[in-house]
T-cell receptor, first 113, second 115 residues
């Protein structure tokens, strides 16, 4: 089955700096890669996703890049703000079972003012 | 639009007891998921429903876990009997059956502590 590894497990950044989280996956049939943000006491919330026919996608301060050859994808957050502090999860799923997400272990991001 | 509702929010039980969690998805969402999230880990899919049918339950420990979605709307997840290792947050999520959006909407979860 699919295995998703996520690094780093914790990330501390100064407000205004950039944050980068990296994930690798094992299943070459995976073609959907979402990123979820989880705040304390809440369920995860989708912040951005990418499908395998696209190499990069941006949404304001957030961007995701995908390298299918190397089987890795990354989340980039620019101009970080204190409200970006949360746990971020990457995930992957296959075309014919897009609902079956395999999540990474998560990255605790702390943005210090 | 109301989000995914779950109850209870917290539950403490002793091992070998039984427990049930309830989930009401976003109105109109045909797909419903139950996840187990152990502290410090990502969510792990337990079961996926499409309307009232099971799509995937390959990671559900069927000797002790059961789930149902009888009328294709709300759902119940049961554990009987509970073990210490079942301590986790149980998340419910729902999504539209749509090729244009794969987004899963998560509820706040039920935190289960087994003592």
């Amino acid at each position: 089955g699919e295995n998703v590894e996520q690094h780093p497990s914790t990330l501390s950044v100064q407000e205004g700096d950039s944050a980068v989280i990296k994930c690798t996956y094992s299943d070459s049939a995976s073609n959907y890669f979402p990123w979820y943000k989880q705040e304390l006491g809440k369920g995860p919330q989708l912040i951005i996703d990418i499908r395998s026919n696209v190499g990069e996608k941006k949404d304001q301060r957030i961007a995701v890049t995908l390298n299918k050859t190397a089987k890795h994808f990354s989340l980039h957050i620019t101009e970080t703000q204190p409200e970006d502090s949360a746990v971020y999860f990457c995930a992957a799923s296959r075309r014919n079972s897009w609902g079956k997400l395999q999540f990474g272990a998560g990255t605790q991001v702390v943005v210090t003012p | 639009e109301a989000g995914v509702a779950q109850s209870p929010r917290y539950k403490i039980i002793e091992k070998r007891q039984s427990v049930a969690f309830w989930c009401n998805p976003i109105s109109g969402h045909a797909t419903l998921y139950w996840y187990q999230q152990i502290l410090g880990q990502g969510p792990k899919l337990l079961i996926q429903f499409q309307n009232n049918g099971v799509v995937d339950d390959s990671q559900l420990p069927k000797d002790r876990f059961s789930a149902e979605r009888l009328k294709g709307v709300d759902s119940t997840l049961k554990i009987q009997p509970a073990k210490l290792e079942d301590s986790a947050v149980y998340l419910c999520a729902s999504s539209l059956l749509s090729g244009s959006s794969y987004e899963q909407y998560f509820g706040p979860g039920t935190r289960l502590t087994v003592t």
